[in-house]
């Protein structure tokens, strides 16, 4: 079993729809949550990040975190085409030797369709 | 510009060759990582850098693969005697430290094609 375990999709949605995007992780020392979003040929962008558990919102994004079940998610009000892309959940425990290198979930490949 | 630069952009290389692959980091940031993203997978953690630290070269796949980290800036990843296994988008990311609240800004990549 990965330590990130993430749906690959695709997930197709028509613009509008609430999207949610889930990972689930079987560490209980990660506490650092994240996720990104990745365009096709482009590098990783930080859409979100959250410590322990809750919620945090930004703009038309959520992300959850719920410890007790091990299980993320990001959700994603009025989505739009330009939200079509992969995105990758991460998270990280308390350093060892200095650094919160983060564990990547596998993404999940977006599509919202007009 | 003002991102984390990879070059080249594209690589394809044949069988046992060596390929070096290059980074240029954001201005100030001490800390740099280099991860693997193959085909369906996610991001592998390879390697980190932090100022003159020793770097944690913890998830370097074999001693095929090195990295070093001149003047605290620019960093190189070497692949020697290339295997069609090592295809794969390498990325490089930096940060302004180690802390927590301190995000990653990547690259877009090198996509290196072994034949």
């Known amino acids: 079993q990965k330590e990130v375990e993430q749906d690959p999709g695709p997930l197709s949605v028509p613009e509008g729809a609430i999207v949610s995007l889930n990972c689930t992780y079987s560490n209980s020392a990660f506490q650092y949550f994240m996720w990104y979003r990745q365009y096709s040929r482009k590098g990783p962008e930080l859409l979100m990040y959250t410590y322990s558990s809750g919620n945090k919102e930004d703009g038309r994004f959520t992300a959850q975190v719920d410890k007790s079940s091990k299980y993320i998610s990001l959700f994603i009000r009025d989505s739009q085409p330009s939200d079509s892309a992969t995105y990758l959940c991460?998270?990280?425990?308390?350093?060892?030797?200095?650094?919160?290198?983060?564990?990547f979930g596998r993404g999940t490949s977006l599509i919202v369709h007009p | 510009g003002a991102g984390v630069s990879q070059s080249p952009s594209n690589k394809v290389t044949e069988k046992g060759k060596d390929v070096e692959l290059r980074c240029d980091p954001i201005?100030?940031?001490?800390?740099l990582y280099w991860y693997r993203q193959s085909l369906g997978q996610g991001l592998e953690f390879l390697i980190y850098?932090?100022?003159?630290?020793?770097?944690?070269k913890s998830g370097l796949p074999s001693d095929r693969f090195s990295a070093e980290r001149t003047g605290g800036s620019v960093s190189t990843l070497t692949i020697q005697r290339t295997q069609q296994e090592d295809s794969a988008v390498y990325l490089c990311a930096s940060s302004a430290g180690t802390g927590r609240n301190q995000p990653q800004h990547f690259g877009d990549g090198t996509r290196l094609s072994i034949l």
């Open positions: 991460a998270m990280s425990a308390s350093p060892s030797g200095g650094s919160y290198i983060p564990t």
């Open positions: 850098f932090q100022g003159n630290s020793a770097p944690d």
């Open positions: 201005s100030g940031h001490t800390a």
